[in-house]
Antibody, heavy 122, light 113 residues
Framework: QVQLVESGGGVVQPGRSLRLSCAAS????????MHWVRQAPGKGLEWVAL????????YYADSVRGRFTISRDNSKNTFYLQMNSLTTEDTSVYYC???????????????WGQGILVTVSS | DFVMTQSPDSLAVSLGERATINCKSS????????????LAWYQQKPGQPPKLLIY???TRESGVPDRFSGSGSGTDFTLTISSLQAEDVAVYHC?????????FGGGTKVEIK
């Protein structure tokens, strides 16, 4: 069965960095684009970043471009979100999610992790 | 960016009655070459991640009960729950995948009246 498990969250001071990981299992990881989506407390969903199935392309929301970097290691079935220059506005539950279709540019999310909380506070 | 606006913000429906949620896109998500609407719906129960219900505006994901249906084209879309069940209490989100940045509506909370 498909599983996505996030790790690396926690409390961090403004201006500092944090790296999230998402470990995938139960499917051919190297065939699917992967995403990070976040949800601030009591708010809606915000797409954060996408990495293509082979890692050759990455796309970002304007709110994180230049501060966050998405990457993947297909040999480890894991992808990452490096978050730098964090602000209080980045406080959210961060979900990793899978593209439904293999090697596709159709970005519908069929599996999600349980989410991990990142709190940016002094 | 494509702005997705959902209405209402919340609604309370009696068990067995119909629930209707609307989603409006600031620009058309209909791709003319394949005549497909790049619009998905998700259900999010408290304390859980979202679950994919519908994509291509009207195609149900495998395992989703047929009381959930999606309709609409271009800029205006609807998610309908034909006969509300207790387990349908959740927040429902629409999402466009026509272009980057991918964007979601603000969510609609469905409760039992």
């Amino acid at each position: 069965q498909v599983q996505l498990v996030e790790s690396g969250g926690g409390v961090v001071q403004p201006g500092r960095s944090l790296r999230l990981s998402c470990a995938a299992s139960g499917f051919t990881f190297s065939s699917h684009a992967m995403h990070w989506v976040r949800q601030a407390p009591g708010k809606g969903l915000e797409w954060v970043a996408l990495i293509s199935y082979d890692g050759s392309n990455a796309y970002y929301a304007d709110s994180v471009r230049g501060r966050f970097t998405i990457s993947r290691d297909n040999s480890k079935n894991t992808f990452y979100l490096q978050m730098n220059s964090l602000t209080t506005e980045d406080t959210s539950v961060y979900y990793c999610a899978r593209d439904r279709d293999r090697r596709s540019s159709i970005h519908v999310f069929d599996y999600w992790g349980q989410g991990i909380l990142v709190t940016v506070s002094s | 960016d494509f702005v997705m606006t959902q209405s209402p913000d919340s609604l309370a429906v009696s068990l067995g009655e119909r629930a209707t949620i609307n989603c409006k896109s600031s620009q058309s998500v209909l791709y003319r070459p394949n005549n497909k609407n790049y619009l998905a719906w998700y259900q999010q129960k408290p304390g859980q991640p979202p679950k994919l219900l519908i994509y291509w505006a009207s195609t149900r994901e495998s395992g989703v009960p047929d009381r959930f249906s999606g309709s609409g084209s271009g800029t205006d879309f609807t998610l309908t729950i034909s006969s509300l069940q207790a387990e349908d209490v959740a927040v429902y989100h629409c999402q466009q995948y026509y272009t980057s940045p991918l964007t979601f509506g603000g969510g609609t909370k469905v409760e039992i009246k």
